[in-house]
């Protein structure tokens, strides 16, 4: 009978790869997931062509859309067109500051109250003034992060308020199991998982209903040559919507046949392991580490006031 590795001989094989925007545990960095959440507040945010941006009315449409596909690039479900009943909306302004024009934006709520507002940087007031595609396109560029920004602080600041969110209650997993391992790695892997991932902040449910998270597991073990296998092992994670929050890969090549019965102890090692890259998914699309932004300040929401023409 073959032996079983033992977790020390297999902790340096199966380790977390680069892949896409996947975590590495492993390594202690969470990849590329994102610093923001992963659903911004609004359903939709409408952003109507300003009369306050001290720009003609086709050029303030155009700086709009410019505004509106620079969201869209943050995963913001932004629309340029005027706002809806029941829309979140973007209001654009400009100012003239010595460094130049200086747009602002500011993002309100369904019931139009103020939420949020930031600045952009200066621009030049001849561009600005001329309707300069190229300058305009930049200024809209420039402003995608930072209202991605403003609205992730905008979510947690909703999140922080509201004792049902998972800013200040564990996150409900329901985990759908493990399949496609050789030997007993679907059972050695599930149950091994089920034991690493609880923490404080998560806790493991047998069922879907009520869950705001569905962990699965994927096992794919291809035969390279005589002497190697490549492992791979996709923990997937989905939201309350079925919507894919994040994803946690261990790759690597191992000894041929190693896996083909038993896991033993390495199922040990790569559960915990991915344990830590699953709970970073959750927590990043749980708002826990992110800052909730002040209320502002001014009472009732402001209006577009047109400025006077040039």
């Given at each position: 009978m073959r032996p079983i590795p033992t977790a020390v001989g297999m902790a340096g094989l199966l380790l977390l790869a680069a892949c896409g925007d996947l975590p590495h545990p492993?390594?202690?960095?969470?990849g590329g997931i994102g610093p923001r959440l992963a659903v911004p507040p609004p359903t939709r945010l409408a952003i109507p062509a300003p009369d306050a941006a001290l720009l003609p009315a086709a050029d303030a449409t155009l700086f709009a859309g410019d505004v509106a596909q620079s969201l869209l690039a943050q995963e913001v479900p932004a629309v340029q067109?005027?706002?809806?009943?029941?829309?979140?909306?973007?209001?654009i302004a400009a100012s003239i500051q010595p460094v130049g024009i200086v747009p602002s934006y500011s993002v309100f709520g369904p019931g139009d109250d103020l939420r949020g507002t930031v600045q952009g940087a200066p621009v030049a007031a001849?561009?600005?003034?001329a309707g300069d595609r190229q300058a305009l396109a930049a200024a809209a560029?420039?402003?995608?992060?930072?209202?991605a920004d403003l609205l992730t602080g905008i979510q947690a600041a909703q999140m922080q308020s509201d004792p049902h969110s998972l800013m200040n209650r564990p996150a409900k997993v329901y985990f759908a199991g493990v399949g496609g391992a050789p030997g007993d790695g679907d059972i050695s892997l599930a149950r091994q998982m089920a034991v690493s991932l609880p923490d404080g902040g998560n806790v493991i449910q047998n069922t879907s209903v009520g869950a705001d998270f569905t962990l699965r597991g994927t096992?794919?073990?291809k035969h390279l040559d005589a002497k190697t296998d490549h492992v791979e092992i996709v923990w997937t994670v989905t939201g309350a919507t079925g919507a894919e929050a994040g994803k946690v890969a261990q790759l690597n090549d191992i000894p041929a046949h190693t896996l083909d019965a038993y896991w033993g102890d390495?199922?040990?090692?790569?559960?915990?392991e991915a344990a830590g890259g699953v709970r970073q998914v959750i927590t990043n699309n749980s708002g826990r580490e992110h800052q909730p932004i002040a209320p502002p300040k001014g009472g009732p929401a402001q209006k577009n006031q047109a400025l006077p023409k040039a």
């Amino acid at each position: 009978m073959r032996p079983i590795p033992t977790a020390v001989g297999m902790a340096g094989l199966l380790l977390l790869a680069a892949c896409g925007d996947l975590p590495h545990p492993f390594e202690g960095d969470p990849g590329g997931i994102g610093p923001r959440l992963a659903v911004p507040p609004p359903t939709r945010l409408a952003i109507p062509a300003p009369d306050a941006a001290l720009l003609p009315a086709a050029d303030a449409t155009l700086f709009a859309g410019d505004v509106a596909q620079s969201l869209l690039a943050q995963e913001v479900p932004a629309v340029q067109q005027p706002a809806r009943p029941g829309d979140w909306r973007l209001q654009i302004a400009a100012s003239i500051q010595p460094v130049g024009i200086v747009p602002s934006y500011s993002v309100f709520g369904p019931g139009d109250d103020l939420r949020g507002t930031v600045q952009g940087a200066p621009v030049a007031a001849a561009a600005w003034a001329a309707g300069d595609r190229q300058a305009l396109a930049a200024a809209a560029q420039e402003a995608g992060p930072k209202l991605a920004d403003l609205l992730t602080g905008i979510q947690a600041a909703q999140m922080q308020s509201d004792p049902h969110s998972l800013m200040n209650r564990p996150a409900k997993v329901y985990f759908a199991g493990v399949g496609g391992a050789p030997g007993d790695g679907d059972i050695s892997l599930a149950r091994q998982m089920a034991v690493s991932l609880p923490d404080g902040g998560n806790v493991i449910q047998n069922t879907s209903v009520g869950a705001d998270f569905t962990l699965r597991g994927t096992v794919t073990v291809k035969h390279l040559d005589a002497k190697t296998d490549h492992v791979e092992i996709v923990w997937t994670v989905t939201g309350a919507t079925g919507a894919e929050a994040g994803k946690v890969a261990q790759l690597n090549d191992i000894p041929a046949h190693t896996l083909d019965a038993y896991w033993g102890d390495i199922a040990v090692v790569v559960a915990r392991e991915a344990a830590g890259g699953v709970r970073q998914v959750i927590t990043n699309n749980s708002g826990r580490e992110h800052q909730p932004i002040a209320p502002p300040k001014g009472g009732p929401a402001q209006k577009n006031q047109a400025l006077p023409k040039a």
